[in-house]
């Protein structure tokens, strides 16, 4: 089973930059997706970022030109970058990655979250 971690959450100030990192157990050589997901108390999960294996990338309008996902396949780990952080950027952000398989079918995972607090 493959694991994802995430970590690089914390508390921040209103204004400042976050990089936001997934390490998973699995090459990310060859997977079908890679987001990045956020959850704040109350709310339901909502998507932030992602890429296909395209390369192709969507953003949320609430992030869109602040907010950089990238990932770096010889260290198994995908990025998300957030400038300019806002208190509504409060939330708990997951990692999820659909990995293709050699036979054809596909797999999502999630990582456990790492918690991000913004302050005014």
């Known amino acids: 089973q493959v694991q994802l971690v995430e970590s690089g959450g914390g508390l921040v100030r209103s204004g400042g930059s976050l990089r936001l990192s997934c390490v998973s157990s699995e090459t990310i050589f060859a997977i079908n997706y890679m987001g990045w997901y956020r959850q704040a108390p109350g709310k339901q999960r909502e998507l932030v970022a992602f890429?296909?294996?395209?390369?192709?990338?969507k953003y949320a309008d609430s992030v869109k030109g602040r907010s950089t996902i990238s990932r770096d396949n010889d260290k198994n780990t995908v990025y998300l970058q957030v400038n300019s952080l806002k208190p509504e950027d409060t939330a708990v952000y997951y990692c999820n990655i659909q990995f293709a398989w050699p036979d054809g079918t596909s797999d999502d995972y999630w990582g456990q979250g790492t918690r991000v607090t913004v302050s005014s």
């Open positions: 890429m296909n294996s395209a390369g192709t990338t």
